[in-house]
């Protein structure tokens, strides 16, 4: 947009004008509808609505956290989901508390979507009487690093909201973090209750969460794995494993939807590695650490993903331009061509003049992070135990093997030895609550593994909806996992509609979004018949393949534009019946 009364030459970046740009859209609209920017409620009763963005679960625990917090201060809180309100609907707030994801390089989380295209929209009100908070959480070995939550932010700000507190970027261990913001905006909203209301605040650690549970990332259940068992067949390019975890001895509660986190340890030979590149025995002592190196190497620090202070620290060490032109000009795509196939020490074995001590090289790993994947079971059958679906990442590169850090872990080196795990909850992806309505479930390769839970799930409670199945991989008679027992489903009556698509099994390629557009009209259908439709898998290419098939297949079923197909798809992300978990 351009900036009304702001010359093309003039001095600003690109984020000041964008900034501009915000702020003069905002006030035109002010000046054309009038808007009221005083308070609409007496501070006599406070209430701060509390809006959340979610891929996985985390901000909606988050939010709920805060409200609980509230609550135990004497305040009323609104909690709702981004896609549960009209952006609009933010000019009768007073006190807005936003928590919000970042999804991929940068998206907002597919519950905020929406919201996100109406809020940064020309016709938003100016909302000066407003008094905002945002809480954003992220990953930093993401480029675009809480980009949702800055966004955001900015945006409040451009529309005149006033911020009572500075935005806080979490990255994966957000706990602390989350919970010191919760209190400071705890502090900042007692400010505006009436007179007389001076009861000492309560922290964030200091009120009890009902309902939480009290494994978490921090104190984690020692699970022996009772079953790790190969899916996969011979002459498959994958090596897909079945695992089963015992929760019998109090154990964490679980649901179909939710993801099991498992904190791995690294692989002893990559550590031997490590040691032998920096030159030092394993129990060489390091400032400020309570555990020899080793130990560190091991158990708590990543040392096969580069971190991005990584290979930027490589970049200024070493004398290879083209890295360093890489880092210099922030190429995602160089960067991700650069990295493939590489971990950490490639990185340093490939730059011999990037010499680092080894406290700088402990400093430039991140701490280790435990690895989610959704749950393949449902707890209604399965009371006990918790099942994953997991391929195990092996690779030969550079004269050495690779291995995923938790895929292997679980794979190689759990053994008779209690995995450390806990749960995340994530209630947006869930069988659908009205069991007589038919369920489409889109999860090629191990994007199967929720899409099991839910059909153990249905089978539980007897629920009478039709369920659908896309699956495929590569090659039938060695990638078709859980063969026997959808085989079984379809039997007892319920799974009862199952469509394969096995890539490489002709001389023309098929996958799942193929055999959709096949049966576009049974699939329309469904949708019609307030189906609920579910994706799981990869995020890069499938997903966005099969939402394409989607919209194509609406437009042409029902015979409308791409816009109106976008406005149904739209529609059905509203009412919550077109949800994915993707990764």
């Excluded at 539980?460 to 008679?477: C, P, R, S, T, Y």
Aim: with cysteine; aromatic share 8%.
């Amino acid at each position: 947009m351009k900036v009304p009364f702001l010359p093309e030459d003039a001095p600003f970046s690109d984020d000041q004008k964008s900034w501009l740009a915000g702020f003069y859209a905002g006030l035109h609209t002010q000046m054309l509808q009038g808007q009221q920017t005083t308070p609409s409620t007496s501070t006599a009763s406070l209430t701060a609505n509390i809006l959340y963005g979610t891929q996985t679960g985390n901000s909606e625990g988050l939010a709920e956290d805060l409200g609980t917090l509230m609550k135990a201060n004497g305040m009323n809180a609104k909690v709702a989901s981004l896609d549960e309100v009209e952006a609009e609907d933010l000019a009768k707030m007073d006190y807005i508390l936003l928590i919000t994801s970042t999804y991929g390089e940068g998206e907002m989380p597919d519950n905020a979507e929406l919201f996100w295209d109406a809020f940064k929209g020309s016709g938003m009100p100016r909302l000066e009487h407003v008094h905002f908070a945002v809480l954003a959480l992220g990953d930093t070995a993401y480029d675009d690093f809480c980009e949702a939550g800055k966004q955001f932010d900015l945006r409040f700000e451009q529309l005149g909201a006033k911020r009572m507190a500075t935005r806080v970027d979490c990255d994966v261990d957000f706990e602390e973090d989350a919970e010191a913001w919760s209190t400071h905006v705890i502090e900042e909203l007692s400010k505006f209750k009436p007179a007389g209301s001076d009861e000492p605040i309560a922290a964030a650690d200091e009120v009890e969460k009902p309902g939480k549970s009290k494994w978490t990332r921090k104190n984690p259940f020692l699970s022996p794995v009772t079953v790790n068992h190969l899916l996969s067949g011979e002459g498959s390019a994958k090596e897909i494993r079945h695992y089963e975890f015992d929760l019998s001895n109090d154990g964490p509660s679980y649901e179909a939807g939710d993801a099991l986190n498992v904190i791995p340890t690294n692989d002893p030979a990559l550590v031997a590695s490590w040691l032998g590149y920096m030159g030092v025995p394993g129990d060489t002592a390091l400032p400020g650490k309570d555990l020899p190196l080793e130990e560190l190497l091991l158990s708590q620090l990543e040392i096969s993903t580069p971190s991005n202070d990584f290979i930027k620290a490589v970049a200024e060490r070493t004398d290879d331009d083209h890295l360093k032109h890489i880092v210099g000009h922030g190429d995602k795509e160089a960067m991700e061509a650069y990295l493939w196939s590489k971990d950490a020490l490639d990185v340093a074995m490939l730059h011999p003049k990037a010499q680092f001590s080894v406290a700088e090289l402990v400093d430039l790993f991140k701490p280790l992070q435990h690895r989610a994947y959704s749950i393949s079971s449902s707890s209604k059958m399965h009371p006990d135990s918790v099942h994953l679906t997991i391929a195990a990442v092996r690779y030969n590169s550079h004269g050495r093997m690779h291995g995923g850090v938790a895929s292997c872990f679980l794979a190689d080196r759990v053994g008779s030895d209690p995995a450390r795990v806990f749960v995340s909850p994530n209630k947006s992806f869930r069988v659908p609550e009205n069991n007589d309505v038919p369920m489409i479930m889109v999860g090629p390769g191990t994007g199967i593994a929720p899409f099991r839970a839910f059909l153990q799930e249905r089978q539980a409670i007897g629920a009478q909806g039709k369920n659908w199945l896309f699956f495929g991989d590569q090659h039938e008679h060695c990638d078709f996992i859980y063969k026997d027992e959808l085989g079984a489903m379809q039997d007892a009556g319920v799974l009862h509609r199952l469509d394969l698509a096995f890539s490489r099994d002709q001389k023309e390629k098929i996958y799942v979004q193929t055999r959709m557009k096949e049966h576009g009209k049974d699939l329309y259908a469904a949708l019609q018949e307030g189906g609920h439709f579910y994706v799981c898998g990869d995020a890069t290419r499938m997903a966005k393949d099969v939402d394409q098939a989607l919209h194509a297949i609406i437009s042409e079923q029902a015979g409308v534009s791409e816009d109106g197909a976008v406005e149904y798809v739209n529609a059905l992300k509203k009412e919550k019946r077109y949800v994915r978990d993707v990764y």
